[in-house]
């Protein structure tokens, strides 16, 4: 299902939600569509609406400053994107650098995707005790990044956006 980016009546992102949610919120009119995808229109019965990728709230929503971006294991997956961090093949798990039975945390600097058989080898050793190499080090992602991730763009598709978004959105 297709997520679709919320910004506030200010511009600023603040979540993504599913299609179903979005026109839920277009056709209550608490959100307007800022931007729809090309070839989209979900139509009922009186009504057209184009299938959202941005929506902008009427109204504008105060939200406690967000510093850091919350860990998840889904959102590892993505930010390494889906490819494994020993080989660089597709990655279906997260491991743990320095693993959890030892006293590693479920965080972005500890965790990388992995994929099952490279995980599996590396066990309950450190990378350096199991002799692999990490192809890229992990990164703990801005919150701003990590609701772009979450809606699968690509950089190219990102940059588009960032310019699309009134300067003081993206600043």
Not at 20 to 42: F, N, T
Not at 67 to 90: E, F, I, T
Not at 97 to 126: F, I, M, Y
Not at 155 to 165: H, I, P, S
Request: proline content about 7%; charged content about 25%; aromatic content about 4%.
């Amino acid at each position: 299902m297709r997520n679709t980016l919320v910004l506030n009546a200010s511009y600023e992102p603040l979540t993504t939600v599913s299609l179903k949610r979005a026109i839920v919120l277009v056709l209550q009119d608490k959100a307007v569509v800022e931007q729809a995808h090309p070839l989209g229109v979900v139509r009922a019965t009186g009504i057209s609406v184009p299938v959202p990728r941005v929506i902008r709230l009427q109204r504008y929503v105060r939200v406690p400053f967000r510093q850091r971006a919350p860990w998840s294991r889904r959102g590892v997956l993505v930010r390494d994107q889906h490819l494994c961090a020993y080989c660089g093949r597709r990655a279906t798990t997260v491991d743990h650098l320095h693993p959890k039975s030892r006293g590693g945390a479920d965080s972005w600097l500890n965790t990388v995707a992995a994929c099952a058989e490279d995980n599996q080898r590396k066990a309950d050793r450190t990378p350096e005790q199991a002799g692999m190499r990490l192809l890229r080090k992990p990164f703990e992602p801005t919150p701003e990044a990590t609701l772009m991730l979450a809606l699968g763009l690509h950089r190219t598709e990102m940059n588009e956006l960032a310019a699309w978004l009134p300067a003081a959105a993206v600043a």
